[in-house]
């Protein structure tokens, strides 16, 4: 249990620094900290949140074949930006290409770390 917290929060905080790495939109402020807290937000968020979150959009989501559970995740980004001031993501645009990116490392993450256990 403990083991797949730190690996989830260390997958978050890789897949954040990438998505702030190539977007200009999405900034750190060049601070180790600042990426480490906003990991921990985002895993808290996606842990207890957005759970919630994907069963009250249920329906919703089956009427959009699941494209509303992409602004489910789109809301952690922007609740993690709000919880974390260093943290900034600005514009929409930037929004809908960090969620792809957070999505994209963390496949590629998740997939490395299966195979290595």
């Keep these: 249990m403990i083991r797949w917290v730190v690996v989830s929060w260390a997958a978050n905080a890789v897949a954040l620094g990438v998505t702030a790495w190539?977007?200009?939109?999405?900034?750190?402020?060049?601070?180790a900290w600042?990426?480490?807290?906003?990991a921990l937000v985002f895993g808290i968020l996606n842990t207890?949140?957005?759970?919630?979150?994907k069963l009250v959009t249920l329906p919703f989501a089956v009427l959009t074949l699941?494209?509303?559970?992409?602004?489910v995740s789109l809301l952690m980004l922007?609740?993690?930006d709000l919880i974390v001031g260093a943290f900034r993501i600005d514009g929409f645009w930037n929004y809908v290409w960090a969620t792809i990116l957070?999505?994209?490392v963390n496949v590629v993450?998740?997939?490395?770390?299966?195979?290595?256990?």
Excluded: C, M, Q, Y
């Design 78 to 80: 922007r609740l993690t």
């Design 66 to 71: 699941g494209i509303v559970w992409f602004f």
């Design 34 to 38: 600042t990426l480490i807290w906003a």
């Design 22 to 31: 190539l977007l200009h939109g999405v900034s750190v402020n060049g601070s």
């Design 109 to 117: 993450l998740d997939a490395t770390v299966r195979e290595a256990a």
């Design 48 to 53: 207890i949140l957005k759970p919630v979150l």
């Design 102 to 104: 957070v999505w994209a």
